[in-house]
């Protein structure tokens, strides 16, 4: 599904430069649950980037499900996101003045789906996160773990088959992360491929391998 082949990522800042990532090579296959972890400063973030679409390496390939996809453009890495990828972030990203219902239909209208496909879809989604009866609710009416659940599912609108997710329990109370990784694992299992970042040593128990990241460099243990 996914294969890094050497991949560096070098940012510029006036004269100096970092360099997040150092000639990474790694793959995940489809259906895997993978997490991420290193310290700060390590690449994790960088390389959750690069493999959202969402930014691009500066050497190496990046090949997705076999299509190197590093020279691609803005608008056919915005495409492939779209389709391929669900972002679950630590601080939700809701959009505050929306509804949760208004929340998960957003990548759908991105994505030109009709309008009774995407009633049809959304009662699904909220019902799979069990939010289904607070879908009026805007993100500041909702609890941490309640806002996480409603990002899960604004993740799968399109049914992407890999799920990013960035510190999914990070702002969470530890009932509400066992609810999200309880939410993560039931996906894993009905074939998705996830992708996780923690710093927590315990969520790693939930995934099939780590990979280690240390100053932009991957060491699997």
Same mark, same amino acid.
């Given at each position: ?18 360099? $997040?990532?150092?000639?990474? !090579? ?13 310290? !700060?400063? !390590? ?34 890495? $915005? @495409? ?14 809701? %959009? ?21 496909? #995407? =009633? ?19 993100? @500041? ?15 799968? $609108? ?24 309880? %939410?993560? !694992? #039931?996906?894993? =299992?009905?074939? #998705? ?15 099939? #391998? ?12």
């Amino acid at each position: 599904m996914i294969k890094f082949n050497k991949i560096k990522k070098i940012y510029h800042m006036g004269t100096q430069t970092l360099e $997040a990532l150092s000639g990474v !090579s790694l793959q995940i296959a489809a259906g895997e649950f993978v997490t991420v972890m290193g310290p !700060s400063g !390590s690449g994790k973030s960088t390389l959750m980037n690069i493999i959202g679409c969402l930014d691009t390496p500066t050497e190496g390939e990046y090949f997705l499900k076999g299509k190197n996809v590093t020279g691609l453009t803005f608008d056919q890495l $915005a @495409s492939i996101r779209n389709k391929m990828m669900g972002f679950v972030f630590q601080n939700f990203n809701l %959009l505050p003045y929306a509804t949760a219902w208004e929340n998960v239909e957003l990548p759908m209208l991105f994505n030109g789906k009709n309008s009774r496909n #995407r =009633k049809e879809r959304i009662t699904e989604l909220l019902n799979e996160v069990g939010l289904l009866k607070w879908k009026e609710h805007r993100p @500041s009416e909702l609890s941490g773990g309640q806002q996480q659940r409603i990002a899960l599912a604004r993740a799968l $609108a399109n049914d992407p088959p890999i799920i990013l997710a960035d510190e999914p329990t990070g702002n969470l109370d530890s009932k509400s992360g066992v609810e999200i990784m309880a %939410l993560l !694992s #039931r996906l894993w =299992k009905k074939g #998705r491929t996830i992708i996780m970042v923690t710093h927590d040593e315990r969520l790693s128990s939930h995934s099939q #391998r780590i990979i280690h990241l240390f100053d932009g460099r991957e060491a699997d243990k």
